[in-house]
């Protein structure tokens, strides 16, 4: 292991060599001959040293000295890094990383080091990466010592807390400095300062530390210590306080979060559902087809188009509304057609229908889940601070439901074939008398509900693995939500979706998931006893008859 990591050390060190010559090379070559000296102090000076003058190459030296790689040549006393191979040993110089031949172990000596070398060693790589140029390192670095309770780096982050210019890496300095003073400090004032700066960050691994601390008190009950404890446990019922009202946050972002998912699974069966009466059991299958075309999709950009994988997601969407769209329709003109005005006969044919397609995907893509990855643009979370993070691609989904609602609103209210499905659906018997092909408009209409539901795939495949019974697990769900909200009314569809996604993440905490699903659907059918049409009902002589 040692090996390895040396040699990827002078792989770096290659690629030093290879850029410019750095201007603060000399100052570097006097910082690292000082590590040859015999007094350990001195060592432990140069290093911090090496590590206050920030160079990138200074953390490869350190890391050598800390592996154990950095020798004396014995012929000239130069600093080198060398590299183990059999009973030879491949030499560098560590600073710019050039060739400097082969020597025998007896030519060389080795710099030694104590603990007192290693706890300024391991300090100074952590100020180098306190102070590297990219924030969010500073940040992960800073993160890196919170947890790690290193006492070593207490001066060096109360320094960094002075000089920090970026507000974004500073609080986390700040929280780093602060825990270690608590946890280390033997000033009281100090301490019950840092319980205060602790208190402002909040998040969960503030209040373990505060736990810990406070079971960690010990001796007499002197006035410093009461006035500490009394301070920790009134920052901890602070941050408690507020890690419930993150938890609520989150718990509203979950329901809504889940409740886009229904929205997009829901849409399509409240337009097909509302024009045709047709309960239809396959809907859920059309958004699995969606999501095995998003899939398709993905794998022809891995193995043809690497460079464009990242934009695969947002070729599938009109692509998956195609697919399932047209799968729609085919069902529509060969099975659906000659079942109109017989409920309980639709309800058991596309039940068939969709274990047949479930059985042809299975055949097709096998029976074992295939993962969608998630594209670089929705991939990590937005921490809005300590505790409180929401992550891209749910934020995604919510605004691409939004946005599907939109657009099928608009083609409903502004198009000819919007008019001529809301004509249908209000009094069929009138419309045909007006010369609108209902047929044509029955097939047009399962299309654009099996498209819609294709769309919701693309959707359900950045947060579920795609199998063929991914449609299963919303279709009772997407019912609800229709019946609730009113038949074919598609306000009544959104607040409907809101409504159950909200309350199930509320009720799960309290009753978990299975539990939480049973109190929603007794709800509702406590509610379709007093509204038979839901929230929102159609009005027309034929969806009143």
């Given at each position: 292991m ?6 990827l050390l002078?792989?770096l ?18 910082l ?15 290093v ?10 200074a ?6 000295l ?10 000239d006393g130069?600093i ?6 059999e ?28 603990n007192?070398?290693?706890i ?12 590297h ?8 670095a ?9 006492p ?20 986390a300095?700040?929280?780093a ?11 009281i ?16 691994e ?17 006035p ?13 019922a ?10 609520l ?12 998912v229904?929205?997009l ?11 045709m ?8 299958e ?13 794998e ?13 997601l ?12 047209t ?11 000659f ?21 042809l ?12 990855s998630t594209?670089?643009?929705?991939s ?28 099928l ?7 000819l074939f919007?008019l001529?499905?809301?004509a ?9 008398s007006m ?6 408009i029955d ?8 498209g ?14 795609v199998?063929?019974n ?25 607040v ?10 509320f ?8 539990l939480?699903?049973i109190?929603v659907?007794?709800?509702?059918i ?12 159609l009005?027309?002589r034929?969806?009143?008859?």
């Amino acid at each position: 292991m040692r090996i390895l990591k040396t040699a990827l050390l002078l792989g770096l060190l290659f690629v030093f060599a290879e850029a410019e010559q750095p201007v603060h090379a000399e100052t570097l070559q006097e910082l690292t001959s000082a590590l040859s000296v015999k007094s350990y102090s001195k060592k432990a000076v140069a290093v911090k040293k090496l590590a206050a003058s920030g160079a990138e190459e200074a953390g490869v030296i350190l890391h050598a000295l800390m592996d154990g790689a950095l020798f004396t040549r014995k012929t000239d006393g130069k600093i080198v890094l060398g590299l183990k191979n059999e009973s030879i040993y491949s030499l560098s110089d560590p600073i710019n990383g050039s060739a400097l031949g082969q020597a025998k172990k007896s030519e060389l000596k080795k710099v030694k080091i104590n603990n007192k070398v290693r706890i300024a060693i391991r300090a100074g790589l952590g100020r180098l990466d306190l102070s590297h140029p990219d924030s969010e390192k500073r940040i992960s670095a800073a993160a890196a010592i919170f947890k790690s309770g290193d006492p070593s780096m207490l001066g060096v982050l109360l320094e960094l807390v002075k000089s920090e210019t970026d507000e974004d890496v500073l609080p986390a300095i700040v929280r780093a400095a602060a825990a270690l003073e608590l946890t280390h400090s033997l000033d009281i004032d100090a301490r019950i300062n840092a319980v205060a700066q602790l208190k402002s960050t909040g998040g969960p691994e503030v209040k373990a530390l505060l736990i810990k601390t406070l079971s960690n008190i010990q001796g007499p009950a002197t006035p410093e210590n009461l006035q500490l404890e009394s301070a920790l446990k009134g920052a901890l019922a602070d941050v408690e306080r507020q890690l419930e009202t993150y938890g609520l946050i989150e718990n509203l972002f979950q329901g809504v979060s889940l409740a886009s998912v229904l929205l997009l699974a829901a849409i399509g069966l409240a337009v097909t559902f509302g024009v045709m009466g047709v309960i239809n059991m396959a809907h859920g299958e059309m958004v699995m087809i969606g999501a095995y075309t998003t899939y398709v999709i993905q794998e022809t950009c891995r193995l043809y188009f690497p460079g464009f994988l990242d934009f695969s997601l947002i070729v599938a969407i009109p692509l998956a509304f195609a697919v399932a769209g047209t799968f729609g329709i085919l069902l529509e003109r060969s099975v659906i057609r000659f079942l109109y005005g017989r409920p309980l006969e639709t309800l058991l044919a596309t039940w068939g229908i969709s274990l047949i397609l479930q059985q042809l995907v299975r055949t097709i893509f096998g029976p074992t889940n295939k993962e969608v990855s998630t594209p670089g643009w929705l991939s990590g979370a937005w921490e809005v601070t300590s505790g409180l993070s929401f992550t891209y691609n749910r934020i995604a989904i919510i605004f691409f439901a939004l946005v599907v609602l939109f657009f099928l609103m608009m083609v409903l209210k502004r198009t000819l074939f919007g008019l001529q499905m809301r004509a249908v659906t209000q009094n069929r018997m009138m419309a045909r008398s007006m010369g609108i092909k209902s047929a044509r408009i029955d097939a047009m209409t399962f299309g654009l509900g099996s498209g819609v539901a294709g769309m919701a795939g693309v959707a359900l495949s950045q947060i579920d693995n795609v199998s063929p019974n991914l449609g299963q697990a919303y279709i009772i769900d997407s019912f609800m939500v229709v019946v609730f909200g009113g038949v074919g009314n598609l306000w009544g569809t959104l607040v409907g979706a809101g409504s159950l996604g909200i309350a199930n993440k509320f009720l799960e905490p309290y009753s978990g998931a299975v539990l939480a699903k049973i109190f929603v659907l007794v709800a509702i059918i406590l509610f379709i006893q007093k509204r038979p049409r839901g929230l929102f009902a159609l009005k027309g002589r034929s969806v009143e008859g």
